[in-house]
């Protein structure tokens, strides 16, 4: 699988897979079909309270620990530095690892100050139970502050990113300040599917929709997590790394922008 190489100097899969609403068996047997094929990245939250099914997904699938990248997050009403250290705590227990890969604030709370959760990171880190730290759902503004405060690097920014929302400008400044963009709902929940730009592209490549759109992100240097419960969704979505988009096209996706989010709570600070 290829990766990329975060600021924490630790490699990232390109390709993940997502796990939002993924709960008991089907979401066990998903993560376990993913490292089947070849995943070797799986994204979940402590917000999804499917921890234990992914931690009994990994450990019936027999992986050696060193060979996965494993994300989750804090929920953004937990992000005290007490509250931060006893959860990692649980979610290990959960997971049934020693270790988490990348460990992110799920969404920022003006209501608790930003020193709290990275006071926890950097213990965290320097206790070598979380390896990479970032951030999800931060606007420049957020990242701004977020930079001044945190006293080790930080990897990501997990936000909605596809086609209806290219978000070119957070794109730009998150390169610039060596932060990776991992694009979560990648696939717009499935509302790109009957788009007719990308059908056209699709056919020339002779690739599925959801192909084309997860080759176009980690194109522009995305890591994409799209979520899929059934096998062969799985298989497609892996399937993006013998095929190349021409420059014409990735311009004709990149000006498909809406600026149309699919996932907004009433709590966004966008
Ligand atoms: N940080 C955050 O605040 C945040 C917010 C939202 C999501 N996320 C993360 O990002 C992940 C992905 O986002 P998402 O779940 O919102 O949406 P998504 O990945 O854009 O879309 C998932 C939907 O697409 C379908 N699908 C998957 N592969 C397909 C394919 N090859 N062809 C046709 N349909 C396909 C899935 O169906 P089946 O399940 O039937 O296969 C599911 O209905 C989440 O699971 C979660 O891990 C993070």
Redesign the pocket.
Known sequence: MRSIKLSSNYEMPVLGL?????KGKSCKDAVKTAIKLGYTHI???DA?DNHVDVGKGIKESKIERSKLFITT?VWTTELYHKDILKNTQRFLEELQIDYIDLL?I??PNKAIQMEEPFRAFKELIESKKVRSIGI??FTISHIKEAKKISKVPISIN???Y?PYLNQEELLQYCKENNIVITA???????RI?EDSTLKEIAKKYNK????VVLRWLIQKGLIV??????E???K??LEIFDFELKKEDMNKINSLDKNQR??NPGFAEF
């Open positions: 997502g796990t939002w609403q993924l994204d979940t939250a999804y997050k992110l799920h969404w999800s759902n997990q936000v909605e596809h979560y709902s990648p696939l717009a929940r499935g599917l599925t929709i959801s192909q997590i799209p979520k899929a419960s059934s062969s969704h799985i497609e979505n699919f996932v």
